[in-house]
């Protein structure tokens, strides 16, 4: 326990500081410190995987810090799905429902009928005048499925549970505003055919549920590299469309692609 000890500590020290010298910007280093930290304890969990006390002691440290810095955790229940809105860069929106189904091929009906079901007058008239972006997700213990909804994107959602091919070596979010990039890491369950990932809102949902500062507004960069070490970049209008055996780079509005 002297690692949960000394964190306490750092915590207790940390706020004694800052409330008697204001001025100065100790959450930047709070959190570059806790990043380094949360990078150390990784690798000691790695060494020693079988210690029930190292796993909790980072399982709950990790949820501490999200909570005391209002960073966003996914549900531990599954399944789920995640209604997701954006608008003029700012979340709007962030509602969890969850489901129940016996199979994949049920859960993905389910996901299905609930899209169906979301999609109705008011919410077409919302999308199409207020200019408001939507990312619908479901997770189970076996993938991710992903959505996008926009005035561009507005197809009948189609749904194939079977994997693909592609994976990518880097995905790094950039900024003009930030010196460093912040890699972002895809669980392997995002890699299915027919997901929609990588899109604006699918972006700021990452940074929100990420423990580094981060900017976030139109003028951001995706550099990534496939698994081919193709390299290319997207923008706040692109997304990747994950097909069997590839992917599509989307442009919103583009009708040709």
Known sequence: MNLFNTFIGILFLYTTINIAIPDINFEIILIKLFYFYSVLLTKIKQKYNNSRTISYITKY????????????????????????????????KDDYSYINADSLQELSEEYIHFVDQYIDEDFIDMIEYDDTDVFFTMKTDQMYLSNIYNKHVNDDIKVNIEKSSVSFISIEYTHPSMNDPIQIVLDKKWYYDGNEILSKTFILRYLKHQCLPYVFTDDYLVNIIDNDINQFTLNK?????????????????NHDE
Request: proline residues 4%; aromatic residues 14%.
């Open 237 to 253: 209008d692109q997304y990747i469309l994950l097909k069997i055996d590839g992917y599509k780079i989307i442009t919103f509005g």
């Open 61 to 92: 440290l990790h949820t501490t810090y999200k909570f005391i810095n209002n960073i966003k955790t996914e549900p531990e229940k599954l399944p789920w799905i995640n209604v997701y809105m954006i608008k003029d860069d700012q979340e709007i």
